[in-house]
């Protein structure tokens, strides 16, 4: 099973950008679909964006479309979530997740990181 560990998290004023990656390692992270998912406090887990194994296929919440994007580079065994346009309700702790199952069907990730802060607030 691969492992995940998110980083990036941060501080930012609305308006702002962050960059978060998501590190694999253990099995061959090209193998894997990849997701991130955010959950803000007293909320439900939701998904964010979605990428294919081969990075061909993306997928994203219509509360992000336009402003977050979603990329992954398996040479590094590394996924990215580039968030720009930040907004406080943004704000929650994001993770990402793996699986080798449909990348746009939120309930078949089974592998998740430990997550990463984001807090958007002037």
């Known amino acids: 099973q691969v492992q995940l560990v998110e980083s990036g998290g941060g501080l930012v004023q609305p308006g702002g950008s962050l960059r978060l990656s998501c590190a694999a390692s253990?099995?061959?992270?090209?193998?894997?679909?990849m997701g991130w998912f955010r959950q803000a406090p007293g909320k439900e887990r939701e998904f964010v964006a979605g990428?294919?194994?081969?990075?061909?296929?993306?997928r994203y919440a219509d509360s992000v479309k336009g402003r977050f994007t979603i990329s992954r580079d398996n040479a590094k065994n590394t996924g990215y979530l580039q968030m720009n346009s930040l907004k406080p309700e943004d704000t929650a702790v994001y993770y990402c997740a793996a699986t080798r199952l449909l990348y746009y069907n939120p309930q078949n990730y089974g592998t998740w990181g430990q997550g990463t802060q984001v807090t958007v607030s002037s």
């Open positions: 253990g099995r061959t992270f090209s193998n894997y679909n």
């Open positions: 990428i294919t194994w081969s990075g061909t296929g993306t």
